[in-house]
């Protein structure tokens, strides 16, 4: 059971464009989502994130979408870099009780920026 | 940012041996830490919780005898492969939450990529 889906293996931009990368979630309990980036053979780095109590949050190139009547959630980039090029994982977290600091993560998007 | 490292990065082992993967907060102390493992162009699914002081929490269909987790310090959580097989072959991550922060605030390690032969 796939709680937490990235439907996109990949997408390919073009440097300067913007990248908008989609998860979609099946749990209520989430509310804390969070987007990493990863490269092969290294742990995923910390990108951004967004409580459910609000549906936009902004840094820098980064903006992450919440639409929780869709359960569905977007990562911006903008402007795309060829630096930006990794694998980027959607996570969800249900803040409550044994949950605490879990992470759910998705099957991640494999993100490539053309120069 | 907060360091997380894992040691070793990589390990090659024979089936049936055990192996053991140390996760390590260098700069904060970490009342809580979670071991991931990823198979290939896959998710990482979470495998357990490990609680300073107490005994780890597994997550469904992993087994707690193979997968022997300990956290014996708020900087240290150690993860032993017991009677390794090749299917146990997978890369392994841990991260940390600090102790003095949300629990959004969770560091990853680099991971271990563990080969068993």
């Known amino acids: 059971d796939q709680q937490v889906k990235q439907n996109s293996p990949s997408l390919s931009v073009q440097e300067g464009r913007i990248s908008i990368l989609n998860c979609d979630y099946t749990n209520s309990m989430f509310d804390y989502f969070l987007w990493y980036k990863k490269y092969p053979a290294e742990g995923p780095t910390f990108l951004i994130s967004i409580s459910s109590i609000k549906d936009k949050n902004e840094d820098g190139r980064f903006t992450v979408f919440l639409n929780k009547s869709a359960k569905h959630l977007s990562l911006h980039i903008v402007p795309s870099q060829p630096g930006d090029s990794a694998v980027y994982f959607c996570?969800?977290?249900?803040?409550?009780?044994?949950?605490?600091?879990?992470?759910?993560f998705g099957q991640g998007t494999i993100l490539t920026v053309h120069p | 940012g907060a360091v997380v490292s894992q040691h070793p990065s990589w390990v090659i082992c024979k089936s049936g041996t055990s192996v053991k993967i140390e996760c390590r907060s260098l700069d904060f102390q970490a009342t809580t830490m979670f071991w991931y493992r990823q198979f290939p162009k896959q998710s990482l699914m979470l495998m357990a919780t490990s609680n300073e002081g107490s005994k780890a929490t597994y997550e469904q269909g992993v087994e707690k005898d193979k997968f022997l987790i300990n956290h014996a310090s708020l900087t240290l959580s150690t993860l032993t492969v017991t009677s390794a097989h090749p299917e146990d072959s997978s890369f392994y991550i841990c991260?940390?939450?600090?102790?003095?922060?949300?629990?959004?605030?969770?560091?990853f390690g680099p991971g271990t990529r563990l080969t068993v032969l």
């Open positions: 996570a969800a977290s249900a803040s409550g009780g044994t949950s605490y600091g879990k992470l759910t």
């Open positions: 991260s940390a939450i600090r102790a003095d922060r949300s629990a959004v605030e969770q560091f």
